[in-house]
């Protein structure tokens, strides 16, 4: 069981990235996935997050984020999306994936979403 996110770079601001978590030895089709980041010397910071269904209101985005990210999900890749648009160098940060293998929702009363498995990150750098 593993997850992985990839799709990191250096972008100038204002620019776009999209980054993947990608799922091997499950499907992530019946398990919500949540984004997360971690700047240098800051704690981690929950970016979004997509239930099994919309149906109840998801994906959800952090203030920092909504209206610039956008969560979907790639059943037929087995894959979780992350894009990223109108990039700030506050974006900077290493961007992780994470999935909750006891419930097919998204949890809002949790800082993390209730997210219990978590993916290696990805490194975004956003220059000014």
């Known amino acids: 069981v593993q997850l992985q996110a990839s799709g990191g770079g250096l972008v100038q601001a204002g620019g776009s990235l999209r980054l993947s978590c990608a799922a091997s030895?499950?499907?992530?089709?019946?398990?919500?996935v949540g984004w997360f980041r971690q700047a240098p010397g800051k704690g981690r910071e929950a970016v979004g997050c997509?239930?099994?269904?919309?149906?109840?209101?998801?994906?959800y985005y952090a203030d920092a984020v909504r209206g610039r990210f956008t969560v979907s999900r790639d059943n037929s890749r087995n894959t979780v999306y992350l894009q990223m648009n109108s990039l700030k160098p506050e974006d900077t940060a290493v961007y992780y994936c994470?999935?909750?293998?006891?419930?097919?929702?998204?949890?809002?009363?949790?800082?993390?979403?209730?997210?219990?498995?978590w993916g290696r990150g990805t490194q975004v750098t956003v220059s000014s």
């Open positions: 997509i239930s099994t269904s919309p149906s109840d209101g998801s994906p």
């Open positions: 030895g499950f499907s992530l089709d019946g398990y919500p």
């Open positions: 994470a999935t909750r293998l006891k419930s097919a929702w998204c949890d809002l009363y949790t800082d993390n979403y209730g997210m219990d498995y």
